[in-house]
């Protein structure tokens, strides 16, 4: 039963109490035993009329469908804010144990027993989201042996309480959302342990066409164990022919069970994906019973497969490494942003002040099968494409955030990160959504996000021709892959009106210094703008000092000298670190002697030469830094880097008429697609041959995908 309405009448009250009331016993007790799911998500949720007596009235009626309607498993309750926690309990004592209970934004403390509750035991799918009161009723043992869908967003979860929570449920869960808290990077670690089995998806099976992990015996506490990427002639551009033939198909005797264990398979790229959302699971949890059934692949988990930790205090570096060392099962991921470092990391000391990123650069690898070999679905920054961060810093509008973000730090990023996702870099992956998505361009995110739709085209293209060559070779191809078939893009609120507003009441000063050069990275060329962000302190000004140095002897400073001659001739510097509990002496790359083409590696090895507390963050250099110029295998300091993506000295706001060129992104979209298909309707038209279509990519490259926008 669905009765859902976002504008509720008084007539459709009057029907749902006449319904509940006096209908529903008159209907025979078959009939009403074929109803499984009760739905009120947008039903009466915000009617005036239950303040008092109505309300009461309404709990009355749901008791009342609820005892009529016996075979109901699926109660779905959220934003009822009416509900208290009494009548909520003789709700689900009524109902004869559902499956699934889904009660969040209630407004309701629940009471401590109440996940005790004998009805709710088979529950396989619980969502708890935006309630008050602590989750710790969750964290008993033996509570809920079914539950595999676990729903916590907005519940204030810290890492200690998370912790207690993984360490009671384990392997149980396949799907947990754990978005809007206060999660850390520190938590991860332990959610890879404990949520993950062991066993590892990852193999050198497939090398020709994905590479394959090379492992070292060296590692940190920060990073974990040390690994490169080992490329094939083809992997390293992602052009291997048969990048989109399906696995072969997995036979096993007792595919569920070994030594006593369900096992955990790399995905053939033939399944769909189990949906964790409340509709998905209504629709699959309604037509089952609730007697467990271990061969129900919607019951079965090993661990988690469905992930979300978006709006926590978790960074990019946290979410590379929690790709980087769970066991390659996820398949789907979501974290709509995140800072580009911790909170308190070192790096920030190095930025102007009251300045940080969001997004998530130079890890694009660790999505690639060679790491996530079952990941289908992915939500993640728009940065993840484009490259371009999402700049927070006071004292400028939201235009000049923009503005700044995809021009000179964007440069920078290029520099450092020069590798960013595309699609045949996981052609397993299905669906991405791209989040935080500005509104506004001065052209570089719009010129990225049209190239990516292109590229979108052309992997279209050649999965047709991939399939049609197969085909004809031989009936017995193990099949094809169907690449990137769904994108949604999420865009930030346009804040033009504001801008304009705010742009009205700009200072003489900034007029007449409107005309000056624009920004470059390079330290020899002047900023767009002299006049520079009250309260920063440049990159120099804010290196840590030692307040003592005049102090030293004549021998230290003899010593000093000495050493910092060494490092200034020294490729390389020795490096300490502690892993599995013994001393490690790695030669960490520090850049070259000499001056490198790239700026930021002459950044990166000033940084490293000049300030101790920037040789941290060790671990091999990535794919994207090998681009950059940084040797093959070899270790750098992740911390000095970072810091390098920052341009030095003063943020600049921009001048007036850049803010004023900034073009509508989403009517560049728009402009881009209906081009794209009259271009390729025309071709079609044209052709002699009405049965044979138009092949897909070049000239028009118009994807015949699923594109979505989301505008707030």
Known sequence: MYPRSNHVTVADLSWWFDFAFVKLGNVRLSTRSLVRILDLRDFAKECYQFATDQNARFLRSLHMALKLLPQVNALLLDRHTEIDPNSLISLTQTNSSPLLLSISHC?????????????????????????????????????????????????????????????????????????????????????????????????????????????????SLAHGAFEFIEESESSCDFSSPDRYQLDAPTYNAQPYFLHGQRQVFRSDGRSSLRSDSADGATHILSHQSIDYDVDDTYRNSRGITHLDISHNHISAIGVEKLMRTSNGQIEHFVCDSMPFVPPRSSVL????????????????????????????????????????????????????KLYIAETSIRFRIDEAYPQTFVPDMNPRLHSLTLTCVPRRSSGPLIERLLHF???????????????????????????????????????????????????DDVDAEQLMNSGEKGF?????????????????????????????????????????????????????????????????????????????????????????????????????????QVLAGVPEKTYIFNSAWRVAIMPSGELASPAPQDLTGMQDVLGALKKHRATGRVLYQDLQRKREDATLRVPLGAPHFFWTGSLEVSTK
């Open 107 to 219: 407004s309701t403390q629940l009471p401590g027993s109440f996940f005790a509750l004998p009805s709710l035991q088979k529950l396989v799918y619980l969502d708890v989201s935006n309630l008050p009161g602590s989750v710790a009723p969750l964290i008993q043992p033996s509570l809920l042996p079914d539950l595999r869908i676990l729903k916590l967003a907005g519940r204030e979860l810290d890492d200690a309480t998370l912790i207690g929570l993984v360490g009671l449920y384990r392997l149980r869960l396949w799907s947990l959302d754990l978005s809007n808290n206060r999660l850390t990077d520190g938590i991860l670690q332990t959610l890879v342990e404990r949520c993950f089995p062991p066993a590892s998806l990852r193999s050198s099976v497939h090398f020709q066409v994905e590479g394959r992990l090379s492992g070292t015996e060296h590692g």
């Open 349 to 400: 000391d190095f930025w102007p002040s009251r300045t940080s990123l969001h997004g998530i650069l130079g890890v694009a690898h660790v999505f690639r099968p060679v790491y996530s070999p079952n990941l289908r679905s992915l939500r993640i920054h728009h940065s993840f494409v484009t490259n371009i961060p999402s700049l927070v810093a006071d004292g400028f509008s939201s235009f000049a």
């Open 453 to 503: 739709l292109k590229l979108l085209s052309s992997q279209e293209r050649s999965i047709a021709d991939a399939n049609h060559y197969e085909k004809a070779a031989s009936w017995r191809s193990p099949g094809m892959l169907r690449g990137l078939r769904h994108m949604r893009l999420e865009f930030e609120p346009d804040t033009l009106e504001k801008d304009t507003a705010a742009a």
């Open 520 to 624: 470059s990275f390079f330290e020899d060329e002047k900023p767009y703008s002299t006049r520079p962000l009250a309260g920063t302190k440049s990159r120099s000004a804010r290196s840590p000092s030692n307040s003592s140095s005049n102090a030293i002897t004549a021998n230290t400073a003899d010593d000093h000298e000495s050493q910092k001659r060494a490092r200034d001739n020294a490729e390389f510097f020795t490096h300490y670190e502690e892993w599995n509990e013994c001393g490690l002496k790695l030669p960490v790359w520090a850049g070259p002697v000499q001056p490198h083409r790239n700026p930021i590696i002459n950044e990166y090895r000033r940084l490293v030469t000049n300030h101790k507390t920037l040789r941290d963050g060790l671990g091999p250099a990535s794919p994207a």
